[in-house]
């Protein structure tokens, strides 16, 4: 039996881009993760088909996995031989418990490793403008929790140094003893007047902020429904804002889920994403490697045409062909694809692109079986199947528990088979096919819709762009 380890990896405050390459590494070989709720799923996107994800799922109310508990798993998989990957929301090291988690480990004999990660205390104010120290404003800060173990969980602070000494403070979980915190700074010298950030969701697509002062600044919160997870910054440092450019993206505060199908490419939930948008990605899906189909390849010289499906059946094709030491020389058909991303690929790799007319015995289709299926059904060439798509469940119960948490806005719908899904299997995360039902607006694109379903049409992603900027004037207006 291989000898386990823990690494304890901090995933950052949310922004899937603020993983460092180390935790990235960690969790592409763990063969079991335990997650917190605030770390981004999307970060579960790196682990191998095998690995099998537990949720600990903290909430600030109620606790979905017990320390102890969670100290115990760690200790038992970690002893039957496993690399275990126990992934926390920012830094692990901050606010993150670490400490209990590896003295249960070092207790045991079990091998730990630490990977930093970027603090939300740090991040969430630098995304909304404003960094935690300046040479003209700030020049110490600290960080505090605001909440701790006792019966009132209000926390024991030196509020006379805190009040005092540092320039600026950043309070972690804070919204619920947020009165608490501006009466205490202000008894023991701070002025009402010293402005207060509140930051919610920071990084994320759905992060907002308000701005105020020692005196009014639960007032606003409030007002603005403002809830946990939330930085709290306190100091002269917040005068420095003068606007976020994070929450000046167009498309900030939008939930938006992608329904996507077999081998589309997901360029367009990059850009939804670089726009400021909260997206999440269903179905999820594994991709299995089909062996190679020895009977084409032998005849692969004979072929006239051959139109790719997808980047990945280009380069599943190629790999095959050099795997089998056959000689590219011998592909002597005109070359095509799908989509863009494939038509870059073929080029990449030297080969110029001609019109492929599909329709014979002498073209072929190269691809997923999916997508090679629903285009050889309307011709009648044969089709080489490089990979297939499986469902991938483990993602099931996670992308319907976040959606349970922050509502979606919207459902984007890249294609007909993708809305094809939603409608028979969208119950499963708890979407409705009904059209009646309390169902967030469904945009699908291309002209093919399915009917009856109240879906909205849209050409392209210019248009569907043109749409998600309308509505939300129109949600400016009606609020």
């Known amino acids: 039996m291989k000898n386990g380890i823990v690494y304890f990896v901090g995933a950052g405050p949310g922004d899937p881009g603020l993983i460092t390459v180390k935790g990235k590494q960690a969790l592409e070989k763990a063969d079991i993760i335990l997650y917190d709720r605030l770390a981004n799923p999307k970060f579960l996107e790196y682990a191998s088909p095998d690995c099998r ?36 929301g920012g830094d692990p090291s901050v606010f ?60 024991n602070l030196d509020w006379e140094g805190l009040a005092r000494s540092v320039q600026t403070l950043v309070f972690y979980m804070g919204v619920k003893n947020l009165s608490f915190i501006c009466r ?50 306190i100091g002269d440092i917040v005068n420095f804002q003068t606007h976020s450019w994070f929450e000046s993206k167009p498309f900030i505060g939008r939930h938006i889920m992608v329904v996507t199908h077999g081998d589309e490419e997901h360029t367009l939930t990059d850009k939804l994403r670089e726009y400021g948008a909260d997206v999440i990605e269903w179905p999820k899906r594994i991709v299995k490697k089909m062996p190679a189909n020895e009977n084409i390849l032998k005849q692969i010289s004979t072929f006239e045409q051959l139109f790719f499906t997808s980047r990945l059946a280009v380069c599943e094709f190629f790999d095959t062909l050099a795997f089998k030491q056959i000689d590219i020389r011998r592909v002597t058909a005109s070359l095509n694809a799908a989509t863009e991303a494939a038509k870059t690929e073929l080029t990449k790799r030297g080969f110029l692109l001609s019109e492929c007319q599909i329709d014979s015995p002498h073209s072929l289709i190269v691809g997923s079986r999916q997508a090679a299926e629903n285009l050889s059904d309307s011709k009648s060439c044969p089709f080489y199947i490089t990979h297939e798509h499986i469902a991938d469940e483990r993602f099931t119960s996670m992308i319907e528990r976040t959606i349970s948490e922050s509502p979606l806005q919207m459902i984007i719908c890249t294609g007909k088979e993708s809305a094809q899904h939603l409608i028979s299997a969208g119950k499963q995360i708890g979407i409705s096919p ?46």
């Open 53 to 88: 994800f537990i949720y600990c799922g903290k909430l600030p109310d109620r606790h979905f996995m017990k320390q102890s508990e969670i100290n115990a798993l760690l200790i038992e998989k970690a002893a039957e031989g496993f690399t275990v990957v126990r992934l926390k």
């Open 96 to 155: 993150g418990r670490v400490g209990e988690e590896a003295e249960a480990l070092h207790q045991h004999g079990i091998r730990y490793e630490m990977v930093p990660g970027i603090t939300s205390g740090i991040a969430a104010p630098l995304y909304a403008g404003v960094p935690v120290t300046h040479r003209d404003f700030a020049s110490s800060f600290a960080m505090i929790t605001a909440h701790d173990t006792s019966l009132h969980g209000r926390p």
């Open 184 to 233: 205490k700074l202000t008894e023991y010298g701070k002025s009402p007047s010293v402005p207060v950030l509140v930051i919610q969701w920071g990084t994320w697509g759905r992060q907002r902020s308000v701005k105020g002062t020692l005196q009014d600044i639960h007032e606003k919160v409030q007002s603005q429904n403002i809830t946990n997870p939330a930085i709290i910054v």
């Open 434 to 479: 009904d059209p009646s039902a309390n169902r967030p607006p469904v945009i699908c694109m291309g002209e093919d819709v399915p009917a009856g379903c109240g879906f909205t049409a849209v050409k392209n992603q210019e248009q569907l762009f043109a749409f998600i900027r309308n509505e939300m004037k129109d949600m400016l207006v009606h609020s």
